[in-house]
């Protein structure tokens, strides 16, 4: 799970893919039809548009639209509740992939969609997107 770690962050409204679950604390991304969709292992940073805040069901409403926690600066730190690996000291500075949209994979860097400036735990840290 995801969520804003500073106050370096909007809250907006954008349209869903349709037939889509979203739950809160996921990354979201663009889907190329004018609506978010949630991140996957493959998602680029610059393809992210934020973190979910309102969860919506896939069988709610064609094209609803749901609340985003955008960040809005190089600022914005973004605490990872779920990290796939083993984070340590080591690691901060250092630029990861995602397992899905809830979790940073620091066993995996190709993508490089975060850095992590901060290790709370073996399983939590802190992020910023890398753009």
């Known amino acids: 799970m995801m969520r804003e770690n ?13 037939s889509t679950a979203f739950e809160v604390g996921m990354f979201v991304a663009w889907d190329g039809a004018g609506a ?10 610059s393809e992210i548009v934020g973190i979910v805040k309102q969860a919506a069901l ?9 609340l985003i ?3 809005e600066s190089s600022m914005a730190n973004i605490r990872c509740e779920t990290v796939n690996g083993v984070l340590e000291a080591a690691d901060i500075g250092g ?11 620091v066993a995996a860097s190709a993508i490089d969609v975060v850095r992590c400036v901060q290790v709370i735990s ?6 910023k997107l890398n753009r």
């Open 95 to 105: 630029l990861f992939d995602l397992t899905n949209a809830n979790e940073v994979n």
């Open 6 to 18: 500073n106050a370096y962050f909007t809250t907006e409204s954008y349209p869903k893919r349709a």
């Open 69 to 71: 926690s955008v960040p």
């Open 122 to 127: 073996a399983t939590e840290g802190v992020f």
């Open 36 to 45: 978010v969709r949630p991140a996957t292992a493959t998602t680029p940073a």
């Open 58 to 66: 896939a069988t709610d409403t064609s094209n609803s639209a749901i």
